[in-house]
């Protein structure tokens, strides 16, 4: 007969009289919802699963399971703690594995320009606003920010969970790497923002952007901070705002109204190209 599962306390209690036996109780215990949080973080193949598996073992193991004899239950609970390690641990695993920059298949099947937008979001970590004058200044033609929110959306629709986790191993969306190729491209993108008009002009767009978003209803406001700001998943969208349908069934009709919202902000096409005129 199976021995019923120890309580958090009482399983911080065991480690700490005898590591050897709270370390077999623990894995014992949270093995299933450890290979659970490790999938759900984006990994699938079984070998891969159990890579990182034994990866968070061995670190918590480590100095005589020192990490899980200190877990304070102030802080949280057991299973916390838990989901953290394995995604810091799958981020770690993936970028292990990385090589040089590349575009994923589903990516690739894209337009170039959504392809440019995946680069500038994804790799070099632009905003929206930033986005839409760095593509003016590259392809010489005006840009919408609607434009951007809605290559943005067919990028989305092209990744998979498991994508978006090696996206987030890559660039974790705390430094500015380069683009894929490094050269012209990633420069011409730098020049766009040198000029002082052109970046007071960017921040008056993100400042008429948020006066926009402030005007949608609070749900479809964070949905578009969420999707395209923060890149999260309509899987991960849906769990933080308790979502009954996926974001993607209302994206267009919110992007519609956004839309009309920055219009009536003054964020046009015809707005940005006058920035040409006032440096010409």
Same mark, same amino acid.
């Given at each position: 007969m199976a021995a019923e599962p120890l309580s958090e306390t009482a399983l /911080?209690?065991?480690f700490r009289q005898d590591a050897v036996a709270g370390w077999r109780a623990f894995? $014992?215990?949270?093995t299933p919802l450890m290979l659970g949080l490790i999938r759900r973080a984006g990994l699938s193949d079984r070998d891969e699963v159990m890579d990182v598996y034994l990866m968070v073992c061995a670190r918590l193991s480590e100095d005589g399971c020192a990490r899980l004899k200190a877990q304070d239950a102030a802080r949280g609970s057991l299973g916390g703690y838990l989901a953290v390690a394995c995604r810091h641990a799958v981020v770690d695993w993936v970028r292990s594995r990385l090589g040089r920059r590349r575009f994923f298949k589903s990516v690739a099947a894209l337009p170039e320009a959504d392809q440019r937008v995946f680069e500038l979001f994804y790799w070099e970590r632009r905003t929206p606003s930033e986005m839409a004058e760095i593509l003016r200044v590259? /392809?010489?033609a005006p840009v919408d920010l609607t434009d951007v929110l809605e290559a943005l959306a067919r990028v $989305?629709?092209?990744l998979t969970d498991r994508q978006r986790t090696e996206l987030l191993a890559m660039c974790g969306r705390t430094t500015a790497p380069g683009s894929i190729e490094g050269g012209a491209a990633h420069d011409l993108a730098a020049d766009a923002l040198s000029d002082p008009a052109r970046r007071a002009h960017v921040a008056d767009m993100n400042a008429r952007l948020e006066a926009a978003l402030r005007q949608l209803p609070s749900e479809e406001a964070a949905i578009v901070r969420l999707k395209f700001v923060e890149g999260l998943s309509d899987g $991960?969208?849906? /769990?933080a705002l308790a979502l009954d349908t996926p974001p993607s069934a209302r994206i267009q009709g919110i992007l519609a109204r956004l839309q009309a919202t920055l219009a009536a902000a003054g964020v046009r096409a015809a707005d940005v190209s006058a920035l040409d005129r006032g440096l010409a």
């Open positions: /911080r209690n065991l894995v $014992d215990q949270y590259e /392809r010489s $989305d629709a092209a $991960d969208i849906a /769990r």
